[in-house]
């Protein structure tokens, strides 16, 4: 009786072994590219919006008018444009082309993509100076360029593939307490001040800035 049972069970063993996940795997979609920006490949300062198509997709690639600070407006590709946390706004030098990468921005605190060394928003002030090398200065709040870190003289000037970091910093509630009005307005504070540190300063938005080619 065993004998013959397992002859039965024999022609089953191939069918058993196709359906195993372990040995045969139905080919799935292609994995999007991580949320990653290095200042390389479809980010590099040779970039374009051919190439951002290519690398996310025609149907995550959009060319828009897009907002900057002071109430001024630009052009741009913009990946994602309809998901906050997946949004990124490229400008370009050749704007006719699409192409010469010239600024690349990052909103909002909860987006999800990382720059150069891990750079991403939502980070402190202690993790950027990480970053620099070194305490850095930034604007005082409560006007047009508020929060606005100056990274010149810091390892994040002049990051691998030629880009130049930049980013603005906000606070809760938008402006200091009244004890530290001297942190509002066309000031700048250092980085590693004591009274700042307890503002909880955290970076909201970054760009990645790539010198003209005409400069080159």
Known sequence: MV?????????LVPLLLLASPAVAKAPGRPQPPPLVIACKDAFAKTASHRGLVRAYGAGNVTFETVNRPGGEVAKATVLFAKEPQRRVEIEW?????????????????????????????????????????????????????????????????DLPGGCGFDGYFEIEGGLPPDHLSRFIGEVEIPSNDPDLMTLKPRLWMYTLTYPSPNAE
């Open 93 to 157: 030098y050749d704007l006719k082309r699409r192409r010469l990468a010239s600024t690349i921005t990052v909103f909002g605190e909860d987006n999800q993509w990382s720059g150069p060394l891990g750079l991403r928003n939502g980070m402190t002030i202690a993790e950027l100076e990480q970053r620099a090398g070194k305490p850095f200065r930034i604007n005082g709040f409560g006007f047009d360029v508020a929060g606005a870190g100056h990274f010149e003289d810091t390892a994040l000037a």
């Open 3 to 11: 004998e013959g049972a397992m002859r039965c069970l024999l022609p």
